[in-house]
């Protein structure tokens, strides 16, 4: 069955930085985009960025846009996401997602999630 356990959340001060991983498997992960959404307490789901599965073209929200770096490693089936300048925020929960295309932002399958919390 599908999976995607993420990792690598934790508190940061403002201004630092984390990677977030999300390992996948159950499925063809070079085969699939993927996708990082984020919800904050009290809020909607919040699409962040989609990787291509060649891992060649990403995309990015405004919000995140040359703070947040996308990665994938197809042999590892693994997807990352380097956060950069993290700010308040940025505090939400971060999960990993596989794509149902056409869609860039619609997915399937969603992990746990892994928590990130900017505060000083």
């Known amino acids: 069955q599908v999976q995607l356990v993420e990792s690598g959340g934790g508190l940061v001060q403002p201004g630092g930085s984390l990677r977030l991983s999300c390992a996948a498997s159950?499925?063809?992960?070079?085969?699939?985009?993927m996708t990082w959404v984020r919800q904050a307490p009290g809020k909607g789901a919040e699409w962040l960025s989609t990787i291509n599965h060649r891992a060649d073209s990403t995309w990015y929200a405004d919000s995140v846009k040359g703070r947040f770096t996308v990665s994938s490693d197809n042999n590892k089936n693994t997807l990352y996401l380097q956060m950069d300048l993290l700010q308040p925020g940025d505090t939400a929960l971060y999960y990993c997602?596989?794509?149902?295309?056409?869609?860039?932002?619609?997915?399937?399958?969603r992990g746990q999630g892994t928590q990130v919390t900017v505060s000083s």
């Open positions: 159950g499925f063809p992960f070079s085969g699939y985009y």
């Open positions: 997602a596989r794509v149902m295309r056409p869609s860039l932002e619609e997915y399937d399958y």
